[in-house]
């Protein structure tokens, strides 16, 4: 019987007059409880592999230099932040990212928009655009390093050419996938250019831009870690490498761990600004 | 000569595309003539695919003719002014903004009224449409009928001397779409706005319209006109007085001889309406 009430407002959609809004609003509002339903169940998969991995380390069938437990990990990320290294480490690391996907952001939304808007510009830019598209931008490294040093310019440099492409073609989508009927109604009621970018394109954008930013972190991280793996002075990429090349493979997972919760903080706080656009959107749960 | 009470006029319309798969010239209306008065309601019916769409989109200015004139108050229309206001077959709302931020977009997009007011004066329209308390709803949340009870409201608050309809409820349900036709009239007397409305659907047009223009097949022209002298205003029974069905079938036949369509006039690629 609930689950048939829930279900009603999409079905309710499409054609006949609905119920008032209120009353739809408070048919979907879910309790306290389903509001930490997600939560919950995922904290409870993240348990089980960690008691798994923990249970399978304890039996010690190979060393803990080969499979050190979730415990020494642990262990070894408290020891990081007393040592102290750790902080250089990531302020290092974390101005790589900052600069470069600050860049790409910019740089990114400027020409995708200006792509999507304009053909003449996606004609110039798209050989360009296409060439670094395709080609995995990390092999450039050596070029960087050879114009701008081991410091942290030609980390800035392929952090930027890898977060950038997929901003550029993400913004690019969304100006060109603007409905066809929203335009016709913008133009019938003689709106100008500059209007209808502001009020119908750019707001139709914001998530194909968002999902830009997304994929752009991914690739802005793998920049960060390849790039000091390869050739550095400080940064947690290159604390990774260090101490997988001196076995000291619970450490290695600490750095790990510093990286894929950075990469995951970023892809959560773009993920909330996504759903604060998607307000519009009605919630499908079942 | 020109009538001084015509509000509409077009003279010899002709309208091309230019189809860029086929790379040939494709005549959607071919000399159209007629008048609408002012504060008259008219009708367009049609076999599908005959330009009456494309004949209302000239006439909303967002398509140019090739030969011919068309004036509105005797001025040429060549493009979109704050004269006319279309309500589209498809609503074409915008799914972030509010059912009052989209029946506002007109008058924002033509510029021809301050925020506050324009605010103050959406939320009559709303009422006027009957979608008092859903201000704050937004388009996904709304029916079809309702959703295009926001597409009239937001034509009806550029307060254009003309309004055109594009099939407004071809897309809507039977029950709906009544209720709409019957709605559409009580604001339509109310309103007092001339009116040019399209739709395939007889019926629609014989109960809303003064006058009820047949066009040929594609490409169109016009074929027969038939004055409605039913009395108004009317409610939704006049459907079964005699009279409403002899110029249901008076319309019909008129439209079947253009249904008859040979089969090498059937092409293929050809834009719908």
């Known amino acids: 019987m609930r689950r048939a009430i829930e279900a009603e407002p999409i079905a309710a959609r499409g054609s006949g007059d609905a119920m008032p809004a209120r009353e739809r ?16 169940i995922g904290l409870l998969t993240v348990a089980v592999v960690l008691t798994v991995w923990q249970l399978v380390a304890n039996a010690r069938l190979m060393p803990v230099l080969f499979l050190p437990g979730p415990w020494d990990v642990a262990q070894a990320f408290v020891k990081l932040f007393q040592q102290g290294d750790v ?3 990531m302020a290092t690391s974390g101005e790589e990212l900052l600069i470069g996907f600050g860049m790409a952001i910019v740089v990114g939304l400027v020409l995708g928009l200006a792509m999507g808007w304009y053909t003449r510009v996606q004609y110039a830019l798209d050989p360009i655009v296409n060439f670094f598209y395709s080609t995995p931008r990390i092999v450039l ?57 502001r009020r119908v394109v750019l707001p139709g954008s914001v998530p194909f831009i968002l999902t830009g930013f997304r994929l752009g972190v991914g690739h802005a991280l793998t920049g960060v870690v390849v790039g000091e793996l390869i050739a550095a002075k400080h940064g947690v990429g290159m604390l990774v490498a260090i101490a997988g090349q001196t076995f000291q493979t619970p450490k290695m997972l600490a750095g790990v761990m510093l990286i894929a919760g950075t990469g995951m903080l970023l892809t959560t706080i773009f993920q ?10 009605p919630q499908i749960r079942r | 000569m020109y009538d001084r009470s015509a509000k509409l006029a077009a003279k010899g319309v002709v309208i091309e595309y230019w189809l860029q798969r086929s790379h040939a010239l494709f005549t959607a ?40 004139t068309l004036t509105l108050d005797g001025r040429a229309i060549t493009q979109p002014g704050a004269d ?21 977009f007109g008058v924002e997009a033509q510029r021809t009224m301050g925020r506050a007011e324009s605010i ?11 979608l008092s308390g859903f201000e704050d709803a937004y388009p996904l949340e709304l029916s079809g009928g309702m959703q295009q009870r926001v597409n009239l409201a937001r034509a009806l608050l550029t307060d254009p001397e003309m309004l055109l309809l594009d099939e407004p409820f071809a897309a809507l349900d039977a029950q709906t779409r009544e209720m709409m036709q019957l709605e559409l009239l009580k604001i339509w007397s109310k309103t007092k706005k001339t009116a040019l409305f399209i739709t395939h659907d007889i019926k629609e047009a014989i109960y809303l319209a003064d006058r009820v223009i047949v066009f040929t097949r594609r490409p169109g022209r016009v074929k027969t006109v038939v004055d409605i002298t039913l009395s ?24 079947q001889e253009e249904l008859a369509v040979p089969a090498e006039r059937l092409i293929a690629g050809v834009p719908a309406a």
């Open chain 2, 120 to 130: 103050e004066r959406a939320k009559q329209q709303i009422e006027l449409v009957g």
């Open chain 1, 141 to 197: 490294l050596p070029l960087f390093i050879i114009w701008f040093g081991i410091d942290i310019q030609s980390k800035i440099a392929v952090i930027f050419l890898g977060a950038l492409f997929p901003i550029i073609i993400n913004t690019m989508a969304g100006v060109r996938n603007t409905e066809a009927a929203l335009l016709r109604v913008a133009r019938s009621f003689g709106a100008s250019d500059a209007l209808i970018f």
């Open chain 2, 29 to 68: 209306v071919q000399g159209v003539d007629l008048e609408v008065r002012t504060g008259e309601f008219v009708a367009i019916v049609g076999p599908s695919g005959c330009g009456k769409t494309t004949f209302l989109n000239a006439v909303d200015g967002l398509l140019p003719i090739a030969a011919g």
């Open chain 2, 84 to 104: 006319r206001a279309m309500v589209f077959q498809q609503p074409g709302l915008l799914p972030w903004r509010t059912v009052l931020g989209n029946v506002i």
């Open chain 1, 272 to 281: 909330r600004i996504e759903n604060r656009f998607q307000t519009w959107r």
């Open chain 1, 87 to 89: 902080w250089l480490d």
């Open chain 2, 232 to 255: 108004r205003p009317r409610d939704l029974r006049i459907k079964r007085d005699p009279q409403f069905l002899t110029y249901e079938d008076q319309i019909w036949e008129s439209i």
């Open chain 1, 25 to 40: 609003r408070s048919a979907v509002k879910p309790g306290r409880m389903k509001e930490w339903e997600p939560l919950i």
